[in-house]
Structure formats: C-alpha cells, structure tokens
C-alpha cells in the first residue's frame, strides 16, 4: 500500500516537472531534444587535444574536446597525488618524530581549507604573480615560465622512432620475463636472485640502444620568445597547471590518511615476523606490510581518485575548458538548453563512477583472502 | 610451616620500583630514539629542519613582523621608504572584514544576524555536548524550532516590525553558515530517511532509494548546483520559481543529504541484529523500533562520521560561488578585486584570512569528532 503511495507520489512530482518543463521551454522559446549536437559550436576552446576550430567544428566536438581535457588533467592529478599520497601517509608512520609531525601537519593543514580556495590560491596568488612575458624564467632545458603558463620544448618524432618503442616493449617485456624468472628461482631453490639492475638496463638500456642505431630520431623545438608571446613549444596553460596543483595537493592529503589506515590495519604480529625472519625495514614494508595494506587501502583509495575526478569539475571558477566549463558552461549558455546539457554532463560523470564501482567489486572479489 | 622455613630466602614485600636506567630516559635519549637512530633517520632529520628553516622564518616575517595591521586604503600596504618589504596587508582584511560576515546586510539590522549567530551557538553546544541535559529537546530546537527562528529573523516578519532583507544583499559568513546549517538541518533526516529506505525489505523503497543515492554520489557537487539553479526553475510553474539562494539551498540539502545516508546506513549496521530481534519480540510496530531503540544506538556510534561529513558539507559551502550566491570566500574575491586596495600582497592576505576561518571551523570540528569517538570507545569499552 505505502509502495503504491510512493509510486504515484514520485510519478505526480515527474509528470508535474514534465509539465512545468515543457510549458517554461515553449514560452522561452527554447527547443529541445539534442537536435544542436551537430550544429557549429562558433566559440575557441584554449586546450584541445583533437583537432577543433571555432568556425567549423560542432558542438558535440566541443563536448568531446571538454571530456577529454577532464581526462587529462584527472589523469594528471591522480598520478601525482597517489605518489604523494603514498609518501605522505608512510611518513606520517615513520619513527622519525619530526617526519611524522612534517606529514601530520600537512595533512591536518590540507584537509581543513576547501579546495576551492586551495585552488583560486594556487591561481590567482601563485601562478598569476609569476614574471610577465617580458620578465619570462628561462628554465633549464630550454622551457620557459611566465604569467601565461609553462612552455615546454615539444618533442619532434622523426619516421623511425617506432623502433625506438619497439625496443622499449621488448624492454619491458624482457624485465617482466626475468621478473618471473626470478620468483620461479625464489620459489624452487630459495635464492633472491638480484635482477634490479639487468631489469633496468633492459627497460633503458635496450631502446638507448635503439636510439642510437636509428640515428637519433628524436629532436625538440624549443618555444622562442617572441615580442607578444612565446612560439613553439608545447603550452601548459597556468590554469591547467593551477587546476592539477590543487587537486593533487588535495586529494594527496585524503591518500595518505587512507595509506596509513591500511598500513595500520597490517597486524603488528607480521612485522614482528618479517623483522624475526631478518628483513630489513624496507624489505618488511616491500614484501610483507605492503602488500597485505594494499587490500584495505584500494577501495578508499579508488573513491579517492573518483572524488578528484568530480572536484575537476572545479576548472569551471578558473576557466579550464574541462566538460563542465565547455559543455555545461558555455554550450548551455549559447543554446539554454539546460535538462539536455545538464542530463549529458552528469551522465558522463555518473558513467565514469558506475564503471569504477563495478572494477572495485570485481577487484574486492578477486583478492578476498583465502580463509582456511 | 615448616615448608616455608625450609626455604633460605622468601621475600614477604613486593619489590620497590626501580627508576628505568638511565640511558632510556631524558631528553638526550628522546632526541637519539626519535630522531637520529640511524644514519637514514640522521638525514631525514635533518632535511626537515633544513625545510623548517627555510619555510618558517619567511612566513612568520611575511604574516607577522612586516605585516601592516592598520591604514585606509593601499598606500599603507604598498613598499615605502619606511618599510621596502611590506607583509601582509591585514589592514585591506579590517576594512573589509564587516563584509566578509554580513555581506550587504543593511547596518540597521545587524543585530538580527548577531542574534542568529548566538541562537544558533545555543543549538550546536545543547547537541554537542554529550552530558547536557534533555538532548531530545536540544534536537527539537536544533531541527524544528532554530530553522523557524532564523527565518523570522534573517528575511524579516513586516508582522512583528522586522522589515524583509532579500536574500540578494545576504553574504559572507552569515551565507555560508546558512548554506551550512539548513544543509544539515535538512540533510539528516532526509539521510535517515534515505537510509531507511536502502535498508527496507519493500522493493519501491530500495529502489527509490539506492537510485537517488547513487545518482547523487556519482555526480559533481557542481553539476548538482548547476542542475538546482538551471533547471528547477523550469521544474515548477513559473510564480513559484525560488531565488537564487534557496536554489542553491536545496542542492546542497539534497547532495549532503546523499552523503549522510550512506553514513547513517553505516550505524544502522552496527546496531546489533539482537536488537531488532529483541524489538519485534516486544511488539513494537517499524517505527517504533527504529525510533526508540535502533536509530538512538545507530546515530550514537555514528556520530563521529556525522561530524566528519558535516565537515565536508562546510568545505562544500564554497561551491556555491558557482552559480552566483555571495558567500564567505565570494566576498573575499570581490574585496580583493576592489582597486582602492589593489597591493601585490592583497590576495595572498585575503585568501589566509579564508584559510584561517575554514581551518579553525573544520580543525575544531574533527577535534570534537575525535574526542566523541574516543568517549565512544571507552564506553564500549565498560
């Protein structure tokens, strides 16, 4: 009975949205359904991974050129925030009392200022105050830093670098080998046959190899200064470098909490073991705690990286062309076609998280611990 | 009697306690334990008080020894012969600081939101605080009388002679305590509610419920906002459409409310099954069971995670930005573009002024979740 109630109440408040929806839209003028996808988008975009231009491109390249920039810098930040994180949350462990304290504080600092702030900081009171053009830093390597964002050189690949890469995953493919070569002599007779350095040399030192057989095929443009901007050169715009400063930093402190909860969650029994059986510190951490943290740390650690990819969605306060800026942004505005644009945005988002929620379980299946 | 003679030594009184030797004591050994027990530990060590000398003395110059605490306008805060390096310009934060609390609230009736501020003091320490008497009317106050009160007082009543002040000259950190504290007034028990629903055996419900938490939790808080203030007004017949704060109000009411349920579905997990047992046992219909012995003990031990999601909420009050709404960290953007203040260090003290007030509300909120979760343990313990 009350199920039925709840049904015809959730239907009521549908229909009567439905409604209200079609009788504002028809009175403002505005058309629906996704009839604009193909339409010229007419506005620039200032980061695009594909090709796009103002005049010809659609709307929906335009969407696609937002996704991807939130990709990419939810890429970034990830990265970059899980090797923090993983430092931070181990040193807040360490003996050491002021490396404990140093993490501690960064932590407690970090997780109590929103990031909002943290990131129109970075922006407007970091990135903003860098030399202007004129004043540009000439950093090693030829990049170059000013006000305007960090100009790398833009490596130019010439025809036969394929081989290069090819001897790069034969590289690889060669330390994955010995990799578990070595387990399997670990395994059989006991001995730790040391392949850091044969595996590193077959990562590195075969496509170096290559590289030098090809005749160096690789060279970089270097930006130039020019009297109103800097040519050339691959351009990292301050506000994609302020957007993945800040989230990094951020979602850093979240990761290293969930780190030091899992390492903690170790029992102290399989350290006392590890360190009986005579392994070293970093060894016990490597082989023994690590490894058994890991299956605590990996769900936190995956809604962590899920949080970052929706808090860039941030990008829209400092002008990052990220999907919400684009699409929800200025799509919205020029064709006010809010339930379509929004519906899309939050479809995206809502993808990227169901995904991510069904490799979680399929991973928290994979690795429940065996009980005997 | 005679076994006990027997023995050449029995020893009647226990030990006297020893002092632990000398090497294990003291500062001396403190510092060899803590800091420089091996050569790793020596570097490392040093390293940080290496960063601690480089990053410390500045700051406290910049922030404290050069800062400028007083003037009218930017001359004060711009390098002078008197002072080449100016710090901080805490005088722009003076000036503007009336701003940064009531936003454009007119002068007259300040003393509506000075009001606000204490009637809703009186809520948080009556609830906080675990040995105050009748906690049950403490949260009648809190969830039904305090939202009652502060609207009569912020909006106004022409009834009882307070004039109306329209939600478009509200800001600062009256907006964000309101954005803060109506999310939470309403998020908690729409969340218990949710809760409820993700737990119940009726399909409807789950459905229902488990759709909206999801649905919620995948998405941005600021698609949330965004949808609030673009398409709600298109949702409702055009007289009734809502202004722009009580559109951002029921986004974030609705994105926390997501949240908490999720917190409170993990309480209602550690209720024991015994319990819900022992309930039906004695007859007591659904509701009944929930409200006088399963949500009293769920929302106890999960008081701690309450806090903590109280804590992001406030964090989240900043988003409201976004879609127009003149909150705390709002005013300090406008004040900081403002040119009778334009100094190059202008920004820098604006957002540190922010960042203190979000760290001392945040920090001293999950101090007090800290503290309630370590009451919690020891009486668990008992």
Redesign the interface.
Known sequence: M??IA??VI?GGLAY??VY??A???S?AHIASGFGFWNNTAGFDISQTLIAYSASTSSFGRAFWVGLLNTLLVAGVGIVLATIAGFVIGIARL??????AR?AGGYV??V???????QL??WY??VL??LPLLRGSMALPGGAILNNRGLFLPQPVFAANFSTVVLALVVGIAGAIGLNVWARWRRERTGADPHILWPALASIFGLPLIAFAVAGFPLHFSLPQMGRFNVNGGVEVLPEFAALALALSVYTAAFIAEVVRAGVLAVSHGQTEAAQALGLRSGQTLRLVVLPQAMRVIVPPLTSQYLNLI??S??A??IGYPDL?QVF?GTV?NITGQ??EV?AL??AV??A???FTSVVMNLYARATVIAER | MSAISDQAYLRVLPAQKLPPPAERTGIFNWLRENLLSSPTNIVLTFLCILLFAWAVPPLIRFFLIDAVWSGTDRDACLASPAQMHPGACWAFVRVWVSYFVYGFYPLAERWRVDLFFVALTLGIVWLARLSTPRRDLGALYFFVGLPILSFILLHGAPLIGLPVVPTSLWGGILVTVVVATIGMVFSLPLGILLALGRNSEMPVMKLAAVGFIEFVRGVPLITVLFMASVMLPLFVPEQFAPDKLVRALIGVALFASAYMAEVVRGGLAAVPRGQYEAARALGLTYWRMMGLVILPQALRVTLPNIVNTFIGLFKDTTLVFVVGVFDFLRTVEAARADPKWTTPNTTVTGYAFAALFYFVCCYGMSRYARSVEAHLTRAGRR
């Open positions: 009350l199920q709840i049904v959730i009567g949205a209200n929806a009788l504002n839209l009175r360490s003996h050491n009392w002021l490396v140093l407690e600092l997780r109590n200022v929103p990031l909002l702030l129109l900081f407007n009171a903003k105050s929706k808090n969605s941030l829209v306060v919400v929800a919205l809010a339930v929004i945005t939050m988002y809502l990227i998280s169901l």
